[in-house]
């Protein structure tokens, strides 16, 4: 679905139920802002889609307070986990403005 959209359309997914870290060497794709240190195999997959499309993860580029990074809680309201983001097209990523006070919700 992702490569029969025209070039030149502007292409954001969100929702990807996937962890992903702060490596360093995804640093330019992924930002710094995530709650996770590491990506589990999902996030893996999912940057190497990025990498592989020339987009970003425009929801880990800007700091909010972690509150508001979380987008799964486990029903006790032990476990949090931040697995939805939201991707855009890197020549678009400027587009994305910091939303302040914002919870991500899909």
């Known amino acids: 679905m992702y490569d029969g959209a025209a070039g030149h359309d502007m292409k954001i997914l969100g929702d990807m139920n996937a962890k992903i870290g702060r490596e360093k060497m995804y640093k330019p ?4 802002q ?3 240190k590491e ?5 893996e997959w999912l940057i190497d889609f990025i990498v592989s499309r020339n987009m970003i993860v425009s929801s880990t580029y800007f700091p909010h307070k972690r509150i508001h990074k979380m987008t799964w809680d486990s029903p006790d309201g032990t476990t949090f986990n931040q697995i939805d983001h939201v991707l855009i097209d890197r020549r678009h990523g400027s587009d994305v403005k910091k939303l302040q006070g914002c919870r991500l919700q899909f």
Not at 29 to 32: A, D, K, M, N, R
Not at 39 to 43: A, E, L, V
């Open 34 to 36: 995530s709650i996770h």
């Open 29 to 32: 794709v992924i930002g710094q």
């Open 39 to 43: 990506s589990n195999d999902n996030g």
